[in-house]
């Protein structure tokens, strides 16, 4: 099922506008064209039901956090992954893709951090820590160890706002929706070394679909 996500409101009523106001003026060919404008972004804010929302994912896969286009995976780039050892998968997302953003890893989110900045575009590397985003940093206590997975939402040249449902302390599942951003952004997700990734650099991935990581030991669906 697909449903629209309840920030479109004010975004669409802004884009009738003009449509409105040829219709008033009596110019209805204009407003027909004009009237897909607010369709086109309502179809932005658009939220299909993906693989968590039918069932749970076994605690040691790691999924997409969002639609898009891989456009890196590596060690940690410096200046971009949080400080330690870290693997890094990033993906751009288009105006075309869906902008609903969901948690690659479930357990207790220890942080989650908003940090204001600039809006440069989303593929470069300096938007990784110079454009507005907030940083989310996800525990799982598996077989008596401690899993963390940090991963960052961040807006790009046409996306003005980041947003996060999800707050410190939260209990979130693997795939479960947190946020959006909007209009053409980017995600990047930070793993410890021994988890196996499985995704590379110009593939697509879908959120909560796409396998992108995997702790090598057996586990069990939770």
Partial sequence: MVTIDREAAPA????????????????????????????AVALFFRDPDRRPDRGSIDVDTVVSPADGKVMYVGPGQEGVAPEGEWQQ???FLSAFDVHINRAPYGGTLREV???????????THESAHLNERTDLVVERVVNGRTRTVHFRQIVGLMARRVVTRVAAGDEITTGQRIGLMKFGSRMDVFVPTEVGLLVHAGQRVVAGETVIGRWPSAGVAT
């Fill in 113 to 123: 951090t908003y940090k204001p900045g600039r809006w440069l575009a989303a593929y």
């Fill in 89 to 91: 998968i990033s993906i």
């Fill in 12 to 39: 669409t009523a802004v884009a009738a506008v003009p449509a409105l106001v040829a219709a008033l003026a009596g110019r209805r060919g204009t407003a027909l064209l004009l009237g897909a404008v607010p369709a």
